[in-house]
């Protein structure tokens, strides 16, 4: 079964950093592009970014390029968000997903509150 | 980037009934379109990809059509646990983007 879980959300204040990581298991990890999308309390769904299989090709949302950096670590089976200079709009759930297209499955999500 | 409207914002019906929803985008995504399910304090269900294909274990009573710019996805009969909001995603262009969801209540 194809599992997805996501860690590292929590509270932090405005300009601050956190780490999100999403362990993988259930596939074969190194094949797969991966992506972050993300969701703000009673709100829709937003792209975040994506990586390629490899590691090699990124792309960001433009809310996020600049202050978001996606990496995986294929001999972990994990992908990780680094997010730095972190702003009030930032509050949200975080959910990776398998994939650069349409996402399948969903982990189910971790929470970052920007918060002073 | 590709803005998806989705309409109506909430659908109230009972089960049983017929539900359609429809998903329309700025300019031509083919035929790559997501739907996905999202029930309260869950994550996101894939049911539909590239506009009419089931993702796996997605009932058959879940439809979808449409290419370009028009896309709808049906629900044949409703069943208790269909009640939920509904999202479409375009996997045409960067960056990905979705609608605004359609929230199917029971009336």
């Known amino acids: 079964e194809v599992q997805l879980l996501e860690s590292g959300g929590g509270l932090v204040q405005p300009g601050g950093s956190l780490r999100l990581s999403c362990a993988a298991s259930?596939?074969?990890?190194?094949?797969?592009?991966m992506s972050w999308v993300r969701q703000a309390p009673g709100k829709g769904l937003e792209w975040v970014s994506t990586i390629s299989s490899s590691g090699d090709i990124t792309d960001y949302a433009d809310s996020v390029k600049g202050r978001f950096t996606i990496s995986r670590d294929n001999s972990k089976n994990t992908l990780d968000l680094q997010m730095n200079s972190l702003r009030a709009e930032d509050t949200a759930v975080y959910y990776c997903?398998?994939?650069?297209?349409?996402?399948?499955?969903w982990g189910r999500g971790t929470l970052v509150t920007v918060s002073s | 980037e590709v803005v998806l409207t989705q309409s109506p914002a909430t659908l109230s019906l009972s089960p049983g009934e017929r539900a359609t929803l429809s998903c329309r985008a700025s300019?031509?995504?083919?035929?790559?379109l997501a739907w996905y399910q999202q029930k309260p304090g869950q994550a996101p269900r894939l049911l539909i990809y590239?506009?009419?294909n089931r993702a796996t274990g997605i009932p058959a009573r879940f439809l979808s059509s449409g290419s370009g710019t028009d896309f709808t996805l049906t629900i044949s009969s409703l069943e208790p646990e269909d009640f939920a909001v509904y999202y479409c995603q375009q996997h045409n262009n960067w960056p990905r983007t979705f609608g605004q969801g359609t929230k199917v209540e029971v009336k």
């Open positions: 997903g398998k994939g650069p297209g349409f996402f399948d499955p």
């Open positions: 300019q031509s995504v083919g035929i790559y």
């Open positions: 259930g596939f074969t990890f190194s094949s797969f592009a």
């Open positions: 590239d506009t009419s």
